[in-house]
């Protein structure tokens, strides 16, 4: 069975404390890796998408990896504004258009 | 530029009366329509979606049901809400063969049964 599990649930960070988000997956065929932010009360926002082992994509203070098991999305010196659940989702297979979310990760960066 | 709409934000509705909640999308054809449910502290989890006027797949068989009346119009409804139905909407679209962004989202509605 197809399955995205993120870790850690919640993750509590000092302001400058730089730390990795990972989002293991268990799928057939990926066809693409999506890590969204979704701030209290509000839909998921776009960060990133990867589509194979190896590949990197970075926006600020955030950078986004892939291997062939897992990503990672790696943030360095986070501010409280970065204070945020982050998602990530797979599209696999030949259900290509049907996307499997992890539960999140909720950040709480500390001033 | 592409946007979607949904509405209401927040609802809150007695147990046993009907749902209707809407979502439109504007500046592209014949998208890929989603409704997603997420309970607080967990995932998103895939209610339906189509990929054109009519055509409806569902994901989990519940009290709810999806409707497509206009390339761009997606409809969630129920006849008779339960408790179990409360959690935030979202509603969400890609472009038709266009797998770089994924999905957009609308802003959610938060559903309270009561």
């Known amino acids: 069975e197809d399955q995205v599990t993120q870790s850690p649930e919640a993750l509590r960070l000092q302001e400058g404390e730089s730390s990795s988000l990972n989002c293991s997956y268990t799928?057939?065929?990926?066809?693409?890796l999506f890590w969204y932010r979704q701030d209290p009360g509000k839909g998921p926002e776009f960060l990133f998408t990867?589509?194979?082992a190896g590949e990197e994509k970075e926006k600020e203070r955030l950078k986004a990896t892939l291997t062939k098991k897992e990503s990672f999305l790696h943030i360095t010196a986070p501010k409280p504004e970065d204070s945020a659940t982050y998602l990530c989702?797979?599209?696999?297979?030949?259900?290509?258009?049907?996307?499997?979310f992890g539960s999140g990760t909720k950040l709480n960066v500390k001033p | 530029s592409q946007t979607i709409h949904q509405w209401p934000a927040t609802l809150v509705q007695p147990v046993g009366s009907p749902l209707s909640l809407e979502c439109t999308v504007e500046?592209?054809?014949?998208?890929?329509l989603y409704w997603y449910r997420q309970a607080a502290g967990r995932g998103l989890q895939l209610l339906f979606y189509?990929?054109?006027?009519?055509?409806i797949s569902s994901e989990v068989p519940q009290n709810l049901s999806a409707s497509r009346p206009q390339d761009r119009q997606f409809i969630l409804s129920s006849k008779k809400l339960l408790l179990s139905d409360s959690g935030f909407y979202l509603c969400?679209?890609?472009?038709?063969?266009?797998?770089?962004?994924?999905?957009?989202f609308g802003s959610g509605t938060r559903l309270t049964v009561v």
């Open positions: 989702a797979v599209q696999a297979g030949i259900s290509f258009n049907k996307f499997y």
């Open positions: 799928v057939s065929g990926l066809r693409g």
């Open positions: 990867l589509y194979s």
């Open positions: 500046g592209t054809s014949n998208p890929n």
């Open positions: 189509s990929v054109g006027i009519g055509q």
């Open positions: 969400a679209y890609t472009r038709q063969g266009a797998g770089s962004y994924g999905y957009t």
